[in-house]
């Protein structure tokens, strides 16, 4: 089993639609959760955190954490084409430390 | 804002030769910066954590004798391959932990690396 588990995806949406993203960690510990985006051929970019449970907005991005389920969630709102990206889920098992374990990343695909 | 900078972006070397990649803190220091590789359509891959003033400390199924790590400032971390071949080629990006407002984790642009 990997500690970190996404589905590839691709997923696809049309614009304007929700997007949801979903990952499953299998360390009980972890304590900070991140989602990421990478588009091709570039280094990662933080999207959002988030380190207890329940919900977290930030604009059109909405972070879900259910740490008795293992499970955090992206959904991306009013989904646009420069959403396409590959989204990467990432957990750090003691605070911030900076220390990441990645998902392999579900790749999003917005319509027009 | 604070940043982490890699260099170079990208290099190509000749298979057997040894290539260094460094990664900067700007701004702030780190006393603790981590190398990553992401193959084409994988994820990052966590090879090693990078210590300010002592060994690096390797995860499991990397070969410290062939990456080899220095921390030898709070602002900078190099990533030396050596012996480099084509199976080495890859995609190597660094992060810092800055810990002061906002408390994040920044990566660097990373490094694209060709062996031939």
């Known amino acids: 089993q990997k500690e970190v588990e996404q589905n590839s995806g691709p997923l696809s949406v049309p614009e304007g639609a929700i997007a949801s993203l979903n990952c499953t960690y299998s360390?009980?510990?972890?304590?900070?959760f991140f989602w990421y985006r990478q588009y091709s051929g570039k280094s990662p970019e933080l999207i959002m955190s988030?380190?207890?449970?329940g919900d977290k907005e930030d604009g059109r991005f909405t972070a879900q954490l259910n740490k008795a389920s293992q499970y955090v969630s992206l959904l991306i709102r009013d989904s646009q084409p420069s959403d396409s990206a590959t989204y990467l889920c990432?957990?750090?098992?003691?605070?911030?430390?900076?220390?990441?374990?990645f998902g392999q990343g579900t790749t999003l695909q917005v319509k027009p | 804002g604070a940043v982490v900078s890699q260099h170079p972006s990208w290099v190509i070397c000749k298979s057997g030769t040894s290539v260094k990649i460094e990664c900067r803190s700007l701004?702030?220091?780190?006393?603790?910066m981590f190398w990553y590789r992401q193959f084409p359509k994988q994820s990052l891959m966590l090879m090693a954590t990078?210590?300010?003033?002592?060994?690096?400390?390797?995860e499991q199924g990397v070969e410290k004798d062939k990456f080899l790590i220095n921390h030898a400032s709070l602002t900078l971390s190099t990533l030396t391959v050596t012996s480099a071949h084509p199976e080495d080629s890859s995609f190597y990006i660094c992060?810092?932990?800055?810990?002061?407002?906002?408390?994040?984790?920044?990566f660097g642009e990373g490094s694209w690396l060709t062996v031939v």
């Open positions: 992060s810092a932990p800055y810990t002061g407002a906002g408390n994040t984790i920044y």
């Open positions: 360390d009980r510990v972890s304590q900070s």
């Open positions: 988030i380190y207890s449970n």
């Open positions: 990432a957990v750090s098992r003691t605070g911030n430390t900076g220390k990441l374990i």
């Open positions: 701004d702030f220091q780190a006393t603790t």
């Open positions: 990078s210590n300010e003033g002592s060994k690096a400390t390797y």
